[in-house]
Nanobody, 120 residues
Framework: QVQLVDSGGGLVQAGGSLRLSCAAS????????MGWYRQAPGKQRELVAI???????NYASSVKGRFTISRDNAKNTVYLQMSSLKPEDTAIYYC??????????????WGQGTQVTVSS
């Protein structure tokens, strides 16, 4: 069984910074892409940033230059460093990973979500 646990959210003032973490555990053979999504109240879930197994990254235009995604393959962990936060960044942030488990099945897994609130 595979599990993603994300953490690091909280309340921060506009202009501040937060670092989110997401660790994968369980019967993992390999992890392909890992990413962060967010969902604000009344809005659809949207991609924030994604990182491939080789380290290539892609960002939503709204966060480019302010957020940095990284991963530690030895720890099966992905991070999202968020800087210059704006009130419109307020949302629940979910990590996602495409994982091949110990018996060769590939599936997408989601963390439980962590709340990020940016006050003006």
């Amino acid at each position: 069984q595979v599990q993603l646990v994300d953490s690091g959210g909280g309340l921060v003032q506009a202009g501040g910074s937060l670092r989110l973490s997401c660790a994968a555990s369980g019967s993992i053979f390999s992890i392909n892409a890992m990413g962060w999504y967010r969902q604000a109240p009344g809005k659809q879930r949207e991609l924030v940033a994604i990182i491939s197994s080789s380290g290539s990254t892609n960002y939503a235009s709204s966060v480019k230059g302010r957020f940095t995604i990284s991963r530690d393959n030895a720890k099966n962990t992905v991070y999202l460093q968020m800087s210059s936060l704006k009130p419109e960044d307020t949302a629940i942030y979910y990590c996602n990973a495409r994982i091949r488990n110990g018996v060769g099945v590939v599936a997408d897994y989601w963390g439980q979500g962590t709340q990020v609130t940016v006050s003006s």
